[in-house]
Every structure is written in structure tokens, then in C-alpha cells.
């Protein structure tokens, strides 16, 4: 049966195709290196016919006639023009040479896929290269704070790298690092992201209007994909900054046929802290030891078996370390915490025919924590000692296929199928006492799910109409309950001029597993639990609309208006919480509601030239509603921002220096404050010695401070040297106007005095605390 269903639908697309036409394909490549080129614009100059390239660079190009003229470009690039005569099925592979700076820039990628005539609304591409020039916190390039400034996404507070994209959560982001999920994006406690940018060819972000391929979560779709590695030569590139080091190496294994790429990054606050540490103890018979920093490590071998077939082969692994040890004789006490990801996936490509091109992913992804306490005591030969571990994560193995079936112009038809296994650890301590010989285990048992998806979809043109038109399934098995859910994908786009075009979307998401967190500082004892028989799959569906237009040399403006309904939001119960508390069940603990977002964006780019950057504006509400929170009423949720704006450019002044600044302002988070306090008498009736209890009032009923800060930051890049190798330093100031933007807000109470300056008591206030001033930053680059 599934072999008929099979032929059918290739008979249907082929009957589509016509038998009378020929295609052209191949891949779109740098020509120095080899990297493919994803989403880079081939066309047919003759007809006006076209296509983009997909992820791995490949494109397919169905004509009719005698001839074509072919051009293939990208940003950045150097536009390649390639004659053809259409008597066969042809394959051609476009090399395409970088453009230079300053007056050479204005050539390069003159002819591109515009923003307005994609039909993908709600999609943002960011050139790495832009990413890289953006002010950063301590000189430490970020993809996911650069992508906070853009509009309908929101970071979670001052320095931290979540996404809260139209009304979202972070766990409602699907990050894919080369189509792994990852399930914990941040180091240092979301300050810093764990993605390289020296690692990194590209960054999409997706808020709305989800193709078929994506599913299994409701808000954001992140995809970051990893360089390949040098196809032709050796290659390498580092920096040295105030809080970490990086080094990345790229080059031919065998030469022009399987390549490498290796990137770490490591920051060493403990290294430069030793010695002042044993200075400070140089007279103390205590020694101790501090553990803290993170590291990233990123690793990819590309190999091309031949033209018809490529295996990739990628790495990711990164942790955060935060330790202490003190011993004094034979007495030693100490404990840490520990996180991070390790990420893996082995794909191969398979270009069955001109038309059709397939795709093989396995996958694994794990993410955990653990946090340990011990304590040593030795006296007279007898050693006592006792040791407290914690640990939780998640883990996945993953297998999927996907198509890409291009038959016509008028058609891009992608379809495909995938499995996981996740593998949940909620949390279980482990105790160890010598003095009594024991060692014993409380809390929540591993516990597994499987999740199958399957999907097609179609980018369908017809004259200046243009649909992509899918449907996305899903099958979640867990111990209790098997959830199915069929989720509808619909994008619309109309050309009203070749330049300008209106479009629409709709789609509904459903998402299996739910990260358990609290509104505060977002902690990596965050837990992934899964969907149960009484916890039901997050749902959603979004609808926008907007208008697309580009204009003058590399300007894109676009607006969108949105509305996304979600429901079975899941919540911690008023007062609950997962640490200290292991043997209860978590679904005892939680709540599941309602939510809603909609507003409106505005989006003002440009991405070429010698001067870049855009202009964002959010206009934005965010709601959620819990029967068993704020009285069932419905509040605001903590990232409910009404406006906010950024504006960040770029401008290479000279073909040494580089300018940049961000400027960010946002509308205060919403926070719960308490109003008032009252006593209870002990048993005696008296109140003085008994604690008051605070009361709070609605749920997020008040906000912080307006947010918003100046970044400046320059680049000078000196003249390549005979030997290949080129310097740069990076300058740059946060914060620069030193805007004291709040962190958290607490209740305290300040004398009150009579004009005559005598006291009279106290009254309550609230204060807000900074804990970014202005900071400035350097670090020294080179490439050989």
C-alpha cells in the first residue's frame, strides 16, 4: 500500500512537470572554499524563471525551450552567469567568488530572493557577518542577543540571551543547531549563548506562518547551521577577549573532497582569579580552590562520496562549571554545579535525480545537570565524610528523512517523516554517609516518550500569486496516553508589483514536552518533563497578516500584524516548587491555562552596502489565564512588553575601520509586588515576635523601569600579510550612557522623619537593582 501511495504521488508530480522540459541542477558554492550557499538565487535571465538552494546548497531548474541564460547569486557575492543549451538534463555547479569592501560592495548580489517575494512572512535571515559586527557584552559576539533585537522578540531581562518571541516562552522555541535541538541555549546563567559565531554560516529565525517541516513547538524556529569546513586549504581564525579565547580550524583532509572543522571557546574568570586567590589566603591555613568558566567545542567533517553523495558529520559540546573547595588540614568542604549540552548528527545526502534530492538525519541530543555538596573530616586515622548529589536532563535519539521534489518553477515540494526517543531524568538526589555505611537515592525515576512526525508541503506559483500550502502530523506515545494531532499550514503571498507584495499566514502547533520554570531568573534546574495522561500537549494557532516591500540599493521593509491564541500553557502552582521537594509528583505541582498575544511589527533593513543595519518596533500584549492563579483572572505575562524599539547600524568607514552601535528601548517587565503585611499572635497573643507575612496584589500588577541602553563598538582590520595572516581589534562599550536598567525589584522600608528631623517610623518602598554598568571591552583577532 505505501509503495502504490508513493508511485501515485510521483506520477501526480510528474504529470505536474510535463515530459517536454529539461532541468538544470547542481550546488551554489564559495568559490575559495567550497562552503555551500544556502538560499542563494538561480535564475534563468530567458524565461524569468527561478529557485533558491536548499540547505545543503542544492538547486533543481525545470525549462522549457532550446537555451537558458543561468545567474546565480548571493548576498555578498559576486553574481556567476553560466550559458545552456536545453537538449538534456544538465548539471551545473556555481562557484561564486566573495565581493570585496567599500566601492565593490555595491555590485555584489544584485539580484537575490527580496523579502517580498518569498512566500514565507514572519522570517528574519541575519548575515553572520552582521551578527559580528554588532556591540556586544564584553566583546563576546552573540547570536541569540542579536537576535533579541528584533521585532517580536524579547529578552527575558537585563543580560540574558532567552528568546521570548510573540508572547512565547523559551522552552517554546525549537533551536536547531545543523537540525539538532538543542535544549539549554545559554551559559553563565543566560548571559551568554552557546553558539560560536566563528563556528556558523547562517541564522534564520521563523516567528510565524511555520512550514510543514517544523513542528513540535508553538512560538519560534531557530535554525543555526555550522560552516562546513575549507574544502581547498588550511584556515584558521581567533581572538583573544577580556572574559574568553577562541580558535577555529578549517581545511582539506582530502583536497576538494572531504574537509574539517574544529572551533573551541573557553573563558578563564578562575585562571586570571588564582593567583589573587592565594594572595588573599597567603597568611590563612585555609586554601581555596574556584572553579568557573564554560567552554564550547564545535567539530564537522564533510565529505563528498561523489556528485550524487555527501556525509556530514557534526559535534557540538559545551558546559558551564561553578565550584568551590576549602580545606584546612584534614578538614575539606565544598560543592558546585554543572550543565550543558552535547549534540551529534550524521546526515547524508542523496541526489536520487535532477528533481528530486533526499536527505538523512540521525541525531542525538542530551542535556543535564548536577549539583554536588561534600564534606571531609579526618582525626586520628578515621575519615568521616558525607556527599549529596542531584541530578536531572533529558536526552533524545533521533532518526528522519526528508525530500525536497522540485518538478516545475511553479512547484517546491518537500516531504518526509522522523522518530525520537526522549529520555527524561526529573530529578533525583543521591546521598552518601560513611559514618553509617550508607548510600541511598530518592526521587523521580527516568521515564521515556516517542514522538513521530510526519509532514509534506508545497510552494505553489501561479502568476503573481503564490501559496505554500502543508500539513504536519504527529504521533506522541508515553507509558499512559498516545496523543494525535493534525496541524494545518497555510502562507499566502500576492504581488502587487515587482517590488511590493501583501501576504498571510496560518498555522497551528502542538507541543508534546514542557520545560517546568519559574517567572524568575531562569535556572538550568529548569526540567523537561513530557505530555501525560494528565498533562494534555501545549496547543496554538497564529494568524498574521502584512505588507512587503523593497526598495533603493538593499532596503527591505516589511510589516506584520499578528494574533496567536494558545492553550494547556502549562505553570507552576502558586508557591511550588521542584527543588527540595523530590518524592511528590510534579504533575501535582503544576497548571495548565490559557494564553494570548498580538501586535503589531514594524521592520526596516538593510543588508548591503557600505552602511547596514535596520530600525525595529514591536507593539505588543501578552496574556495568560490559570484557574488556579490570580483567582482565575487574567494577568499579564512577566514578558508582556508594550513597545519596543532598536536600532542597530553598521557603517565601514575605511577598509580598516568599522563602526557600529545598537540602541534598545523597551517598555518595564510586568512583576508581582507585595501591598501590604500583617502578623499573627502566638499562642500568647503577642505579636512582636512573630514574622509578618507579605500579601501580594494581581498577579504582575506592577512593572519595572523602562529599559534601554547605548552599545558602541569598533573594528580595525589591518592589511592581510604576505603570509596570509590578518589582525584586527575590537573595541567596544556597553551600556555606554551607563542607564541603571533594572535586574529584580525587592520591598524595603526607609526612615520617615518630621520637619523638625526627628524619626517617626518607617514606610515601605520598592528598589530596583543594576548589576550591568557601563563596560568596556577590547579583544585581538587573527586570521592565517
Not at 542525538?364 to 555538596?373: A, C, L, R
Request: proline share 3%.
Amino acid at each position: 500500500m505505501n509503495n502504490f501511495l508513493l508511485s501515485l504521488f510521483f506520477l501526480v508530480c510528474y504529470a505536474i512537470a510535463g515530459v517536454s522540459q529539461t532541468t538544470i541542477s547542481g550546488y551554489v558554492e564559495d568559490a575559495a572554499t567550497g562552503e555551500k550557499l544556502i538560499g542563494a538565487t538561480v535564475l534563468d535571465e530567458l524565461s524569468g524563471e527561478g529557485t533558491i538552494s536548499n540547505t545543503y546548497g542544492f538547486f533543481s531548474l525545470t525549462l522549457k525551450g532550446d537555451r537558458a541564460q543561468m545567474v546565480a547569486s548571493y548576498l555578498g557575492y559576486i553574481s556567476e552567469t553560466a550559458e545552456v543549451r536545453l537538449e538534456k538534463d544538465t548539471k551545473i555547479d556555481f562557484k561564486l567568488n566573495q565581493g570585496s569592501l567599500m566601492e565593490e560592495v555595491e555590485i555584489v548580489a544584485e539580484k537575490y530572493e527580496r523579502i517580498e517575494e518569498e512566500t514565507q512572512m514572519s522570517k528574519i535571515e541575519v548575515p553572520v557577518e552582521q551578527i559580528k559586527r554588532i556591540p556586544a557584552l564584553l566583546g563576546e559576539v552573540d547570536v541569540m542577543k542579536a537576535l533579541q533585537l528584533l521585532p517580536g522578540v524579547q529578552s527575558g531581562g537585563e543580560g540574558q540571551t532567552g528568546l521570548y518571541v510573540r508572547g512565547g516562552s523559551p522552552d517554546q522555541n525549537l533551536v536547531l543547531l545543523d537540525g539538532v535541538p538543542i535544549y539549554n541555549a545559554s551559559h553563565v546563567l543566560g548571559i551568554f549563548s552557546v553558539f560560536n559565531a566563528d563556528a556558523i554560516k547562517n541564522v534564520t529565525l521563523t516567528k510565524g506562518g511555520f512550514p510543514a517541516r517544523f513542528g513540535g513547538r508553538l512560538s519560534s524556529v531557530l535554525e543555526i547551521n555550522m560552516k562546513d569546513g575549507n574544502m581547498q586549504e588550511f584556515h584558521g581564525e581567533g581572538s583573544i577577549g577580556a572574559i574568553s579565547s577562541k580558535l577555529t580550524l578549517e581545511g582539506p583532509i582530502i583536497k576538494g573532497k572531504t574537509s574539517y572543522l574544529i572551533s573551541g571557546r573557553r573563558t578563564y574568570a578562575d585562571l586570571l582569579a588564582r593567583p589573587f586567590i592565594a594572595l588573599a589566603n597567603r597568611n590563612n591555613e585555609q586554601d581555596f580552590k574556584l572553579g568557573l568558566h564554560f567552554y564550547d567545542l564545535n567539530a564537522k567533517i564533510n565529505h563528498k562520496i561523489n556528485d550524487k553523495h555527501r556525509l556530514y558529520l557534526s559535534l557540538y559540546n559545551g558546559s558551564d562549571v561553578f565550584s568551590n573547595e576549602v580545606s584546612e588540614d584534614e578538614f575539606k568542604v565544598g560543592g558546585g554545579i554543572r550543565w550543558g549540552n552535547l549534540i551529534s548528527s550524521l546526515r547524508w545526502n542523496y541526489q536520487i535525480n535532477p528533481r528530486l534530492f533526499a536527505n538523512t538525519t540521525l541525531t542525538y541530543s542530551k542535556y543535564d545537570i548536577t549539583f554536588d555538596v561534600f564534606q571531609e573530616d579526618s582525626f586520628n586515622g578515621l575519615t568521616q565524610s558525607f556527599s549529596a548529589i542531584y541530578q536531572s536532563g533529558i536526552e533524545d535519539y533521533g532518526a528522519k528523512v526528508d525530500f525536497d521534489f522540485i518538478p516545475s518553477p511553479r512547484h517546491y515540494i518537500r516531504f518526509g517523516a522522523g522518530t525520537t526517543r526522549h529520555r527524561y531524568d526529573p530529578g533525583a538526589i543521591a546521598f552518601d554517609i560513611s559514618v553509617v555505611d550508607t548510600t541511598f537515592t530518592f526521587g523521580n525515576d527516568p521515564f521515556f516518550s516517542f514522538e513521530h512526525d510526519v509532514y509534506i508541503e508545497d510552494d505553489i506559483q501561479l502568476g503573481a500569486f503564490k501559496a505554500n500550502v502543508g500539513l504536519h502530523g504527529s504521533i506522541f506515545d508515553t507509558d499512559e496516553k498516545t496523543y494525535v494531532s493534525v496541524q494545518p499550514r497555510l502562507g499566502l503571498r500576492y504581488l502587487i508589483s515587482n517590488k511590493t507584495s501583501l501576504k498571510a499566514s496560518f498555522s497551528t502547533m502542538t507541543q508534546n514536552i514542557n520545560l517546568l520554570t519559574s517567572e524568575a531568573l531562569s535556572l538550568p534546574t529548569d526540567l523537561w518533563v513530557p505530555s501525560t495522561a494528565r498533562i494534555k500537549p501545549q496547543r496554538a494557532w497564529q494568524v498574521a497578516a502584512g505588507f512587503a516591500k523593497s526598495f533603493g540599493k538593499g532596503f527591505e521593509f516589511s510589516t506584520e500584524v499578528y494574533y496567536k491564541s494558545m492553550k494547556d500553557v502549562i505553570s507552576f502552582k502558586p508557591g511550588a516548587s521542584f527543588l527540595f521537594d523530590f518524592n511528590s509528583d510534579w504533575q501535582d505541582k503544576v497548571t495548565q491555562g490559557t494564553g494570548e498575544a498580538y501586535g503589531l511589527e514594524l521592520f526596516l533593513q538593510k543588508k548591503q552596502g557600505n552602511t547596514t543595519g535596520w530600525i525595529g518596533y514591536t507593539l505588543a500584549w501578552n496574556n495568560r489565564t490559570f484557574d488556579e492563579i490570580n483567582g482565575g483572572e487574567t494577568f499579564p505575562f512577566r514578558y508582556d512588553r508594550r513597545h519596543d524599539v532598536s536600532v542597530v547600524l553598521s557603517h565601514q568607514l575605511t577598509k580598516k575601520w568599522n563602526l557600529s552601535t545598537a540602541w534598545i528601548y523597551g517598555t518595564g517587565n510586568a512583576i508581582s509586588l507585595p501591598i501590604y503585611k500583617y502578623s499573627i499572635a502566638d499562642i500568647n497573643g503577642d505579636f512582636f515576635n512573630t514574622p509578618q507575612i507579605e500579601s501580594l496584589g494581581d498577579k504582575n500588577g506592577f512593572r519595572m523601569s523602562d529599559y534601554h541602553r547605548l552599545d558602541l563598538g569598533a573594528e580595525w582590520k589591518g592589511n592581510p600579510r604576505p603570509n596570509g595572516m590578518q589582525f584586527s581589534w575590537v573595541f567596544g562599550v556597553y551600556n555606554a550612557y551607563w542607564h541603571r536598567n533594572p535586574y529584580y525589584t525587592f520591598a524595603d522600608s526607609e526612615a520617615v522623619y518630621d520637619e523638625d528631623g526627628n524619626f517617626i517610623g518607617t514606610e515601605p518602598v520598592f528598589r530596583e537593582i543594576s548589576i550591568l554598568p557601563i563596560i568596556p571591552s577590547i579583544s585581538f583577532g587573527v586570521k592565517f
